[in-house]
């Protein structure tokens, strides 16, 4: 038995770039940064932080929400698969990428509001449920 999955927590790095094939289907991409935090060893030596930039994936329903929805600086949840592919660059140079195939995000910034809330889409993703009607965001 073997298990692919990734849990991240971090801060978009830029807005969701969406586009739809042929057949309808929505796909964004965007960046992910996670920090780990630096700090200072016994003997006074200073660790910088750490960070690392993840290539997240959305599909179908997760990729239109993060249309509408996410933004550059906005905090995430992401769980997802590990999927590595390579191709060739506009030089002919091979590349390999990682990304992460999200199946589930959680919007974790507030929005206009001092109470945190969480939005939670999974796939497949359903239509949001306003509960004020007067607000167009679904959390």
């Known amino acids: 038995m073997s298990v692919n999955k990734v849990i991240l927590i971090g801060n978009v790095g830029k807005d969701p770039d969406v586009r739809y094939l042929d057949n309808g289907v929505a796909v964004a991409t965007f960046s992910l940064a996670t920090t780990e935090r630096g700090y ?11 960070t690392e930039w993840h290539n997240i994936v959305l599909w179908r329903g997760l990729a239109q929400t993060a249309e509408k929805y996410v933004h550059k600086g906005d905090k995430l949840y992401i769980e997802g698969k590990i999927r590595s592919r390579s191709y060739d660059d506009q030089n002919g140079i091979k590349r ?4 992460i195939f999200a199946d589930n995000m959680e919007m974790l910034t507030p929005r206009g509001s001092a109470q945190p809330q969480v939005a ?9 449920v306003v509960d004020n009607p007067s607000d167009d965001l679904p959390f």
């Open 96 to 99: 390999n990428i990682v990304e």
């Open 40 to 50: 200072t060893l016994q003997n006074g030596t200073q660790v910088p932080d750490r």
């Open 120 to 128: 939670s889409v999974a796939q497949p993703a359903q239509q949001p």
